[in-house]
């Protein structure tokens, strides 16, 4: 072949290879476009998707907020502004008192066993007051005089019954119990209680007992609340 053909064959080499990647340009571009065009459509269909689903849970809440202000309509209890404390409440017995005060408490309990159980008394003045039940049931007396709390293993609170212990007759046997305001020692000890949510409960002074027990969660979470509920109450709050 001579120079010339030679040449020639080098033109249509560089011609044929520069058509080939003017077409694998175009070829890239519009896979790419594509290839953004699936992004986008991923992404609206994301976005859709996160929109619808705090429009329902939106809608959720305005749901639960309704039926709680409509509950607290039935309970009387919409006059109070606080929505903590109205959280706080919902699971007691709130009774208005003759005197001008109001009850705080939970139900009590029909099962044998030792229980703390502490409520609150807020007085005409707004102040709130603490109060325990110590109380034992079974089927005979024990010599109740109190508990034993022991949130951990290195503490140890007595609450002692600081006065007469009242014996009364149930379906069931009998019922140990006193009623006093919480001291010092006491509202040492729930505050401990409600720090770990747990503690052994066991009758002061009575080795052995087959009432020895832990709290159980919803009993310790009564404590935090009833401790919680005194602070709001009276504005102490964090």
């Known amino acids: 072949m001579g120079k010339i053909s030679y040449a ?27 290839v953004q065009a699936e992004k986008d459509k991923q992404e609206a269909a994301k976005l859709a998707a996160i929109q619808e689903r705090e429009a329902k849970e939106a809608a959720a809440r305005a749901k639960a907020r309704r039926k709680q202000e409509l509950l607290d309509q039935r309970l009387g209890r919409s006059e109070e502004p606080d929505q903590v404390i109205r ?23 029909e099962e044998d066993g030792i229980f703390f ?46 006065g007469a ?33 747990a503690a052994k409960i066991s009758m002061l002074g009575v080795n052995g007992s087959n009432d020895d027990r832990m709290l159980t969660a919803t009993e310790a979470m009564r404590i935090r609340n009833i401790l919680e509920l005194a602070d709001r109450l009276n504005g102490k709050t964090k």
Not at 118 to 125: E, F, K, W
Not at 128 to 139: C, D, E, S, Y
Not at 177 to 194: F, L, N, S, Y
Request: aromatic letters at 6%.
């Open 8 to 34: 020639v064959a080098g033109l249509l080499v560089i011609a044929v290879a520069g058509g080939a990647g003017a077409v694998a340009a175009i070829h890239y571009n519009e896979t790419r476009a594509v």
């Open 117 to 162: 159980q502490p409520y609150l008394i807020r007085g005409a003045d707004g102040v709130a007051v603490m109060h325990v039940i110590l109380r034992h049931r079974g089927g005979r007396p024990m010599g109740f005089q109190g508990v034993d709390l022991q949130p951990t293993d290195d503490q140890l609170f007595h609450i002692r019954a600081q």
């Open 165 to 197: 212990v009242t014996t009364t007759q149930t379906d069931t046997g009998i019922m140990e119990w006193c009623d006093q305001p919480v001291d010092a020692e006491t509202g040492k000890a729930m505050r401990e209680v409600a720090s770990v949510l």
């Open 87 to 109: 959280g706080l409440i919902a699971d007691m017995k709130v009774t208005q008192e003759a005197d001008g005060s109001t009850t705080y408490r939970y139900e009590d309990p």
